[in-house]
T-cell receptor
Framework: NAGVTQTPKFQVLKTGQSMTLQCAQDMNHEYMSWYRQDPGMGLRLIHYSVGAGITDQGEVPNGYNVSRSTTEDFPLRLLSAAPSQTSVYFC????????????FGPGTRLLVL | AQSVTQPDIHITVSEGASLELRCNYSYGATPYLFWYVQSPGQGLQLLLKYFSGDTLVQGIKGFEAEFKRSQSSFNLRKPSVHWSDAAEYFCAVGAGTASKLTFGTGTRLQVTL
């Protein structure tokens, strides 16, 4: 099992550009989520999904879109990047929507100029 | 809403010394409590979790944590630290569904030889 994979590892964007952060898992997990990690602020939940076709907002959803067309993939879209979106982004998955262990990807470091 | 406080931003200990990382939470009912570890450049890995039952929880890598309801605390301990334990440690509290996982701001552990 590859676990949770994220691409790219690092990306530089200019303000106003769009991009998609990819996340995939091969553990047949129903629950997937996106977090951002900023210095001194821990991890904050952006969006999450409890299964294919179902998504919902987390704590900091503004500026981000998600979709879940398959169990395996959960991409995060930035439609018009802003410097405030400079961060490290982590994708996570777990077997269920309860409190099973969440497995994290290695992260994507995003810099918006 | 729940919240988590990790009062120590940075801790330095000598290899072989004991370790205690503090975590205080705020939640009206019995919470779900977690400790995650993040090695440099990596995603987060679950060390241990508490849902109910025995208040002393054993985790991986020789870590343990004790839930103290009266003090709203869930401190992480290790009797003898190894240089490989140098990392950032996050306490998290959950309520309701997994979408309500709230992370603390983290404690960075440095281990001196």
């Amino acid at each position: 099992n590859a676990g949770v994979t994220q691409t790219p590892k690092f990306q530089v964007l200019k303000t106003g550009q769009s991009m998609t952060l990819q996340c995939a898992q091969d553990m047949n997990h129903e629950y997937m989520s996106w977090y951002r990690q900023d210095p001194g602020m821990g991890l904050r939940l952006i969006h999450y999904s409890v299964g294919a076709g179902i998504t919902d907002q987390g704590e900091v959803p503004n500026g981000y879109n998600v979709s879940r067309s398959t169990t395996e993939d959960f991409p995060l879209r930035l439609l018009s990047a802003a410097p405030s979106q400079t961060s490290v982004y982590f994708c996570a998955s777990s077997y269920g929507t309860g409190w099973e262990t969440q497995y994290f990807g290695p992260g994507t470091r995003l810099l918006v100029l | 809403a729940q919240s988590v406080t990790q009062p120590d931003i940075h801790i330095t200990v000598s290899e072989g010394a004991s370790l205690e990382l503090r975590c205080n939470y705020s939640y009206g009912a019995t919470p779900y409590l977690f400790w995650y570890v993040q090695s440099p450049g990596q995603g987060l890995q679950l060390l241990l979790k508490y849902f109910s039952g025995d208040t002393l929880v054993q985790g991986i890598k020789g870590f343990e944590a004790e839930f103290k309801r009266s003090q709203s605390s869930f401190n992480l301990r290790k009797p003898s630290v190894h240089w490989s334990d140098a990392a950032e440690y996050f306490c998290a509290v959950g309520a309701g569904t997994a979408s309500k996982l709230t992370f603390g701001t983290g404690t960075r552990l440095q281990v001196t030889l």
